[in-house]
């Protein structure tokens, strides 16, 4: 997505080797009309696909998720992310590293909101290492549900998330990747 690489040029900012923050349009605020744009491109992309619900993770991966279940026509389900000792019994829950915060987190959906007939379409705002994903990964294979693929706005390919999930067959598509932070640049892979 061209746009998307020319707002990254212009608003994100390379924090080190590894993070980049991107505040105004991801992390902190959301510009609504980019963020349809997210959607609308990620419902073609999966389009032909018969998907019932679209999950994403609070909160970074709300908007682009309410663009794409708004294109789809479908609803949306996110995941909270809590810490806690007490389990859920009406909840899936699984425990995940969180990249950026560098503690363990729950990500917690309630049974209900998951139906072994649905088909669910994953969304997020980044993928690094890939632990997110593999949570919520878990998390929809738990209640009997069909993983349809994965869709992220920003993929850090020099990162092994999005390339382990395509190892292990999952359908994954980004709509930017990035293949270096180095020399607080940067680097988009094509
Ligand atoms: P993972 O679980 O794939 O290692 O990391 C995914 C989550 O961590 C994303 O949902 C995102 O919120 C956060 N994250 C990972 N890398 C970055 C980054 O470079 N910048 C920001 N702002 N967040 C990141």
Known sequence: MDILKERLL???SVLNSDVL???????HGVDPQLTMEMGREFARRFAGVAITK??????SGIPVA???ALELGVPLVFARRKKTLLGEPDAYMERVPSFTKGIVTDLIVSRH??????????IDDIIANGDAARG??????QSGARLAGIGIVLEKSFQAGGRTLRELGYRLESLVKIK?????????AE
């Open 10 to 12: 212009k608003e994100a």
């Open 113 to 122: 909101l998951l139906q072994p007939e649905d088909t669910v379409l994953f």
């Open 180 to 188: 270096s932070l180095d020399n607080n640049e940067i680097t988009f």
């Open 66 to 68: 309410f663009a794409t």
């Open 21 to 27: 923050k991107v505040d105004s349009l991801l992390n």
């Open 136 to 141: 919520l990964i878990r998390i929809v294979e």
């Open 54 to 59: 679209v999950i994403t993770v609070e909160s």
